[in-house]
């Protein structure tokens, strides 16, 4: 693969960061603030990243139903008017707060005018809905971004290409010697993908979306010695519940 989908999770990551310190600061307003403003820039330049793979075969296709459902989402469009007005010198969007039961609630200027209560609420709905187009993006264009999508017998088939033509992709040679230990091709196949990239954010699409990204189809036997999702790090709670349960019952409430 010539090109890297790594910014793109980068500014996902970056992004639920900001989320993820918006709930730690509780009662500091400064801090809270600092952080909501970087949550609208990071979270603005999500999209922007992803149009930087607008060369990828299919992508225009991909991306316009998305872009349109952003314009016509009242939300997406109230972030992207805060975000503008923000760096372009306007007064700090927080105007309020409550306190209750020692949780901290801050407000917009506008908040009456969304569905969500709170601020951080309305940035975790904000945040969900750019997780589930990144998530799509995995799904519908997976092997062209995803080294563990791509790098697969079923894929170099279409190809019309083999697992010796990807171990030269990866080491510069077949690699003989894995033939020698008695590695089948299957065997072959997960030893490479263990040597080339993979998704960084799907800790936050399993914590948020309860999904992962497309994995790639490997037998049984090598299925029972795979890493568990604990394993890989991908069990995950998203800041401000102290369980899945607890997040997924709130969000049902919310969205």
Request: glycine share 6%; aromatic share 14%; with cysteine.
């Amino acid at each position: 693969m010539a090109y890297s989908f790594d910014i793109v999770d980068q500014k996902v990551n970056e992004t639920e960061f900001f989320l993820k310190k918006m709930v730690e600061a509780e009662s500091n307003w400064f801090e809270f603030s600092c952080y909501l403003t970087a949550f609208l820039s990071a979270s603005r330049t999500i999209t922007l990243a992803l149009q930087r793979f607008k060369f990828i075969d299919g992508f225009n296709d991909w991306y316009e139903p998305h872009q349109s459902v952003l314009k016509g989402d009242p939300l997406a469009k109230f972030f992207l008017e805060i975000r503008n007005d923000n760096v372009h010198g306007g007064p700090n969007p927080v105007v309020g707060v409550s306190f209750y039961h020692g949780k901290s609630k801050y407000r917009f200027k506008e908040q009456d005018k969304l569905e969500h209560g709170d601020i951080v609420s309305s940035c975790r709905i904000h945040f969900i809905k750019l997780l589930e187009i990144v998530h799509d993006c995995y799904v519908v264009l997976g092997v062209h971004i995803d080294p563990q999508q791509y790098y697969t017998k079923e894929n170099f088939s279409t190809l019309g290409c083999n697992i010796n033509d990807a171990e030269v992709e990866i080491w510069g040679w077949v690699m003989t010697s894995f033939i020698d230990d008695g590695m089948d091709e299957d065997d072959r196949w997960h030893e490479l993908r263990g040597r080339v990239g993979e998704c960084h954010i799907n800790h936050l699409f399993k914590g948020y979306l309860n999904k992962v990204t497309p994995q790639p189809n490997i037998p049984d036997r090598i299925q029972d010695f795979d890493f568990t999702d604990e394993d890989r790090g991908w069990t995950y709670i998203p800041p401000g519940f102290n369980t899945i349960d607890d997040y997924l019952k709130t969000i049902d409430k919310i969205k």
